[in-house]
């Protein structure tokens, strides 16, 4: 039998993914000229169950990229003149760092130790910082921003835009996108989908900063630029071929959500969640990687195991054919990383506390 | 009955595809890591088929991008200090000229009208150009640049790197990587594959001007800079997480191809190539839109059509189950394009020239 895979991404395909992809051979989706109307009804319905499903308002725009890698890349290439400011407590966070300084920008961080979190209160952004760079949830070591910090941040720092990297808590991340500028994600993780798609979403804030380094003579990329991405968004097209099949595939599963209902799906997760955050509480195994509950992802449940090494755990959890992540970098010898995304049902975190508690 | 598409790209899948896909699916081709053993199996086969199908040597390296659209910016951020040159004959070669303005740099051109070709003693690159961009195959205009004339362009300029965008013609393409800098292409035209991935070959000179470019301190990108790339692909690994299924299914796909022979795809190509150019020059309605015999393409088959609009045309053709291209931008009232790709087999070119010859 597969195995199914609590990975924090890629993980295991939304159910209905399968389906999906057979069914866009079925109508030719890979073969079809993407300035075909047939590509426009896909892109169009990719973009419309994003914003339902998010509830992202009419005003801000989706457009599509390769990953969330490369919307680090786009965003500060075209909102950022000089300075940006981040919040650095994991490897993702602090590569979205890394890029703002490839890219020739002053880039400012905070940096606090894995497993802890920021409050809105401590953080103190020097004038002139054009972009704040929230990793919202940190697929490396499970810790959130709880999103009234994000919006105290908004309060405090009016002028400054805010980015969201919200790469493995969509759909599950509850945000009012009025109190931020941008917010990304890649589609194998809370989607369930397979690599090779990011999404973007931003507002005409951005939009109108690229036009002014635009204007300043400031390079801003070429076919990825806002510019370009808006000039054949407007027509529901890319500027490039692009990837048509992840596009057809997220319209599909987007849809599937909505249908099951994005409530459902949240109250799923806080379900399973509280299923491994008790046995992380009370099992002699394991300890919480992150000691401050209000910081602890609801999505990506990361433990401390005791009494073996985590690689030992894993492999005896994958006896039974679930697969759970390793910790990340130098955490893997003594973390585990449990992917909760709407595709893993109740029914497979309960087999694995069941698993997990006949080891103790 | 499913159409077959003879359009240049998004093509018809090559008929291997689908059960690649189905058995990637069966793998867990979509939910294991990228930094698993298994992608790193994946990301190897794909690697060295595509080195054996185009018979690439050891010493260049193979990357994967989300596009050749990609490529175009990579290859100038990571390549190029000043200075370009671009051979223009179309709309793609075009955009790779503008590309290189939009980057910072001093673009020059030598522009000809559609439909004509260049060669090499005509051609006069300035001294201080870092790289010679050549569209071997201008998809918007069935022209084609043959590899003689890149030979002789590399003789009269051994300094410059010479890049050569082969987004149609490959696999069809038989070149000497050593007389070349750097190879790039789509995989939704000649592979035969969905969209979403592009392959990226480059030597040791293409490796070493990006170094110099970064000693000097000029940023060459993030994740995507030549450095990042091949820190990576020692290891059989992406930047980013990738487009792990398209990397999957051009390993497939290539070792198919190897075990068709190459050798017999380019005489299949050849013989579709001699049925439709037999027709442009003999049937009443229709003409070459290359005139210059050397300069056609045999994998991109533009025609003019007399006495009736190209659309009214491709519709008729399309009752036949058959779906050929229109003419690109300006062209597109006038001309047909008909892609020659492995994928299209010798019956359904028979079958389109039936199709033509009983509208004569």
């Known amino acids: 039998m597969k195995p199914v895979f609590l990975t924090p991404g890629p993980s295991e395909l939304y159910f209905t993914v399968e389906d999906h992809i057979r069914q866009a051979l079925k109508e030719n989706a890979c073969a079809i000229s993407h300035r075909s109307k047939a590509f426009e009804a896909y892109y169009k319905t990719a973009v419309d169950n994003v914003r339902a499903l998010l509830n992202v308002p009419e005003s801000y725009h989706i457009v599509f990229t390769a990953s969330a890698t490369e919307v680090w890349e786009r965003l500060i290439q075209n909102c950022v003149e000089n300075q940006t400011y981040h919040l650095v407590n994991g490897s993702f966070s602090k590569r979205f760092y890394e ?14 130790p894995l497993g802890e979190g920021f409050t809105a209160d401590e953080i103190d952004v020097p004038t002139d910082t054009e972009m704040l760079c929230i990793t919202q949830n940190e697929t490396s070591t499970g810790v959130s921003v709880p999103v009234e910090e994000i919006y105290a941040l908004r ?59 635009t204007e300043k003579q ?29 596009i057809y595939v997220l319209g599909k599963v987007c849809e599937d959500m909505l249908r099951r209902g994005v409530d459902v799906i949240r109250q799923e997760t806080n379900y399973k969640a509280a299923l491994i955050n008790y046995l992380y509480n009370e099992h002699p195994m394991f300890s ?64 694995l506390v069941d698993v997990l508690n006949e080891m103790k």
Not at 99 to 112: D, Q, R
Not at 219 to 228: N, Q, R, W
């Open 218 to 246: 400031i390079p801003t990329g070429t076919y990825h630029s806002i510019e370009s991405l808006l000039e054949k968004a407007v027509n529901n097209q890319t500027p490039e071929t692009p990837n048509v099949l992840g």
């Open 99 to 112: 890029f703002s300084g490839m890219l020739g920008k002053n880039a400012i961080k905070l940096e606090k």
């Open 288 to 351: 919480h990687a992150v000691a401050n509950e209000t910081h602890r992802s609801k999505t990506v449940l990361v433990g401390e195991v005791k009494g073996m090494p985590a690689s030992e755990l894993i492999a005896k959890v994958k006896e039974h054919g679930i697969v759970i992540g390793s910790g990340y970098g130098k955490n893997k010898a003594t973390q585990i990383r449990i992917a909760n995304f709407p595709t893993h049902s109740k029914e497979v975190f309960e087999k």
């Open 155 to 213: 309060k405090k720092y009016p002028e400054c835009l805010i980015a969201i990297d919200a790469v493995s808590s969509v759909p599950y991340l509850d945000i009012d996108f009025n109190k931020i500028d941008s917010l990304f994600f890649s589609v194998q993780k809370g989607m369930g989908m397979p690599a090779g798609l990011g999404v973007w979403i931003f507002n005409e804030r951005c939009v109108s900063k690229a036009t002014t380094l």
